[in-house]
């Protein structure tokens, strides 16, 4: 794919609002546009995640989850790229749920219904996802929310990958190849000091990642 001049909505959490950056301009997204040539338009918004809760959360901004936020963004985009999963493993209450649900009160669930609800809103555009990147706290040993809903984060991340395959969506497996995993202490301090949120130089990695997967799609 050419991306000089696409234009592009980037859906996401905290790491897309660029929580842990020295500013926002250092985003992954931000990096694309001033690189790449794409048009970024970026709609993360800390503590959200993919999958609908039952019970309020104590930010209110936390339970506008994705589904709920798709015809906010811009409806002319040539790419959707979306980036989440990491705060419905930790923390909500959510199951984790199985492949034949349609509900948006599981992670299953309202993968399937994101995946439709993209898929109808944006009928010709490339839609992309990014899984989660590795974190300190990812396995159900550690991660209460992890134990309850009953999946580990690698859970999460073969869960996005399932769902995209059935729609034949491209998936970009940051947990896999990014090569930020905090468990190792020079990488965190590198890339990931507080041990969830990429830095500046953790950006820079997703930017270029990311730019390189969708020049190859």
């Known amino acids: 794919m050419e991306l000089k001049g696409k234009k592009i909505n980037f859906l996401g959490d905290s790491i897309t ?7 926002v301009t250092h985003s992954f997204w931000n990096v694309m546009a001033r690189e790449s040539g794409v048009i970024s338009r970026g709609y993360g918004i800390g503590g959200t995640r993919i999958a609908r809760q039952k019970n309020a959360s104590a930010e ?3 339970d506008r989850d994705f ?4 015809d906010e963004m811009d409806p002319d985009a040539d790419v959707v790229v979306v980036f989440g999963g990491t705060n419905d493993f930790g923390h909500g209450d959510a199951p984790f749920g199985r492949m ?3 509900t948006e009160y599981t992670f299953y669930g309202a993968m ?4 439709q609800k993209l898929i109808a809103r ?25 134990l309850l809903l009953g999946a580990d984060l690698a859970g999460y991340c073969d869960a996005i990958k399932e769902v995209c395959r059935y729609y ?28 969830l949120h990429p830095n500046d130089l953790g950006h820079r990695r997703i930017a270029d990642l990311l730019t ?6």
């Open 17 to 23: 609002e660029a929580h842990g950056t020295s500013n």
């Open 60 to 62: 209110s901004k936390w």
């Open 67 to 70: 589904i709920a936020r798709v």
């Open 100 to 102: 034949s649900d349609r």
């Open 112 to 115: 399937h219904l994101l995946c």
């Open 122 to 146: 944006y009928p010709a555009a490339r839609i992309v996802f990014m899984t989660p990147l590795h974190r300190l706290s990812e396995d159900v040993t550690t991660n209460e929310i992890g």
């Open 168 to 195: 034949s969506l491209p998936v970009l497996d940051l947990f896999a190849v990014s090569g930020i995993q905090p468990k190792v202490p020079v990488i965190q301090e590198m890339y990931m000091p507080d041990g």
């Open 212 to 217: 390189a997967f969708l020049k190859g799609i």
